[in-house]
């Protein structure tokens, strides 16, 4: 082989990769019709052109706007619990300790005991201390941190207990008597407290009630908890024949999907079902305890797919916080870029 001939293989080998077949807007659309954050991390890291467009900040600000995070793990007094096999989410999880999450918030003004996480939404915890000298149930410290990246912008945030928050609203049932209730609403958009519509019958033995986002168009959900089943209820309009005005239309809540009844028996143990005050977008963290065959309990965590209504487990533990749980649901990274 002459070297000259040696010299041109040489250049051919060296040359660039040719471009993607299908421009950005291409792989765009093709990479927002995937299943989930785990399918776009497997697809960006097939070559550097797909990388590049799954982590460019435009694109997963729409790649969001249509998928939900996933549920990483959640919170309550004793730190943070990442989602275990089989969970679909563990992998994610796991991503995110080896990123070295910081979620004791060891960066917090001491004494760090005395903060507590009362709220997660979007990677971002808000975490409280009383102000000493306040006096018990006066005011609070209230901080926002990002366990992810470390950082802690302080900001105003209303905080009440047994909450729920939707479509850029937070909403508190108010119950006047067993059959008798409505919402009250705080629209954080145009910072507008209002009350409105009323709401179905309390669940039976003690159920509970809280406003989830139900369904596509920005629909808002009712969902109803109790020992035995899990109800979805959407709030529609029909119209008001008896009205005067024709086009006059009157709000309701109507039944829009049911789960399977929660089992009371499984493995030939016997389960008792909980619904800690906690979602996160589409999840919610219900907590089933298993009174196990030779002695004790474990207490068994599982999100509810509010699209679905179906649970998968998240994790397992001896004890548990059933108030104080926080779902804690992000994109891992290299997904989650610091200020999106």
Not at 39 to 63: G, H, I, K, N
Not at 105 to 117: A, D, G, I, Q
Not at 134 to 149: H, N, R, S, T
Not at 224 to 244: E, G, M, Q
Request: proline share 8%.
């Amino acid at each position: 082989m002459t070297a000259t001939a040696s010299a041109a293989r040489r250049r051919i080998a060296a040359a660039p990769a040719a471009d993607p077949p299908f421009p950005d807007e291409i792989l765009e659309e093709i990479f927002l019709r995937l299943g989930g954050a785990a399918d776009l991390a497997r697809a960006a890291a097939a070559c550097a052109s797909f990388r590049r467009v799954a982590t460019a900040r435009p694109f997963l600000r729409r790649f969001r706007s249509l998928h939900a995070p996933p549920v990483l793990g959640f919170l309550d007094i004793h730190g943070f619990h990442p989602a275990a096999p089989p969970h679909s989410s563990a992998p994610a999880a796991a991503a995110l300790a080896r990123a070295a999450a910081d979620f004791t918030f060891s960066y917090l003004p001491e004494p760090s005991r005395r903060w507590s996480v009362v709220d997660a939404r979007d990677g971002l915890v808000l975490l409280s201390r009383p102000i000493a000298g306040a006096g018990a149930g006066a005011f609070a410290d209230l901080v926002v941190c990002d366990p992810l990246y470390r950082r802690k912008p302080v900001m105003l945030f209303s905080w009440a207990s047994n909450r729920s928050y939707a479509h850029g609203c937070f909403y508190w049932i108010v119950d006047y008597s067993t059959d008798d209730s409505y919402l009250l609403v705080l629209d954080t958009r145009e910072m507008k407290l209002f009350a409105t519509i009323d709401l179905p019958l309390r669940p039976p033995n003690n159920g509970v009630r809280t406003i989830v986002e139900a369904g596509e168009e920005g629909m808002l959900g009712l969902l109803t908890f109790d020992a035995s089943a899990i109800r979805l209820f959407r709030r529609t309009w029909r119209k008001n024949n008896a009205s005067v005005d024709a086009a006059a239309e009157e709000e309701e809540w109507q039944p829009y999907k049911t789960a399977a009844p929660l089992p009371r028996k499984l493995n030939g143990n016997y389960y008792d079902w909980y619904r800690p005050s906690c979602a996160a977008g589409v999840y919610l963290l219900v907590l089933g305890r298993e009174s196990l065959r030779n002695s004790g309990c474990s207490w068994q965590y599982y999100t509810l797919d509010l699209r679905t209504l179906l649970l998968e487990r998240l994790f397992v533990l001896d004890s548990a916080v059933i108030s104080s749980s926080q779902l804690y649901s992000r994109f891992p990274p290299p997904f989650a870029p610091p200020g999106l």
